[in-house]
């Protein structure tokens, strides 16, 4: 497989609900980036992996918990949602070269997520 | 802060024609890059074309093109000859270059622009 995969593609979850999100890069890149995208509104950067360190957190609420165990998997745990969590969450990856402005990001195909 | 605005909510345009997708930004980065890319309704986004603020000329990727005007701090997406496959929102994005450390900087995006392109 190849490129960014992420699972699952559609999640429906309850307010009590916990689940997580999972993405997989094989391009051998060493930084990966959630994203929210909401209807309506431009993509939001949520966090910011390099070489699985956390680099940002954009001032995001606590009951969104990233995780990243190795260069190649982010995940994203989910808990106590509010319906207006609801939206798409890209997840991307790029080679993060210090200094270099076309560190294109490739993104993944996005996790539909409606909260009850 | 960087701030992206793309005016353009939707277009139509006719197979064939060229079209060009408007995106204005503003940034306190001496240097920077400028993405475009494409969302179609699968939700996948396409990166599609690149410019350094420092390159001195326009990037063109086959049939899309870059018109990077600095002082109006402009950058236009240009497709030419559109095809009924480019329907899709087109996104463009930006990022600061940081001379040292990181490199993993997250992109600021704009609303979008939803293309439909009419046979």
């Known amino acids: 497989e190849t490129g960014v995969t992420q699972t699952p593609r559609h999640l429906v979850m309850g307010m009590t609900n916990k689940k997580s999100l999972k993405c997989e890069q094989h391009?051998?890149?060493?930084?990966m980036y959630w994203y929210k995208q909401s209807a309506k509104k431009p993509l939001e950067l949520m966090f910011v992996?390099?070489?699985?360190?956390?680099?940002e957190n954009n001032s995001v609420p606590s009951r969104f918990s990233p995780e990243c165990p190795n260069s190649s998997h982010l995940f994203l745990h989910l808990h106590t949602l509010q319906p207006e969590d609801s939206a798409l969450y890209l997840c991307?990856?790029?080679?993060?070269?210090?200094?270099?402005?076309?560190?294109?990001?490739?993104f993944g195909p996005g996790t539909r997520l409606t909260v009850l | 802060a960087q701030k992206i605005t793309q005016t353009q909510p939707g277009m139509f345009v006719q197979e064939k024609e060229a079209v060009t997708l408007d995106c204005t930004y503003d940034?306190?980065?001496?240097?920077?890059?400028l993405f475009w890319y494409k969302q179609p309704s699968s939700g996948e986004m396409i990166f599609l074309i690149y410019?350094?603020?420092?390159?001195?000329q326009n990037a063109t990727e086959g049939r899309y093109s870059l018109n990077f005007q600095k002082a109006r701090k402009s950058a236009n997406l240009v497709i030419s000859a559109s095809q009924l496959g480019d329907s899709a929102m087109y996104f463009c994005?930006?990022?600061?270059?940081?001379?040292?450390?990181?490199?993993?900087?997250?992109?600021?995006f704009g609303k979008g622009t939803h293309l439909i392109i009419q046979p």
């Open positions: 992996y390099s070489l699985e360190e956390r680099v």
């Open positions: 391009l051998g890149h060493n930084a």
């Open positions: 991307a990856s790029s080679p993060g070269r210090p200094g270099q402005g076309n560190n294109e990001q490739f």
């Open positions: 940034t306190s980065d001496p240097s920077y890059g």
């Open positions: 410019q350094g603020s420092y390159d001195q």
């Open positions: 994005a930006m990022r600061g270059v940081k001379p040292s450390g990181g490199g993993a900087d997250g992109l600021t």
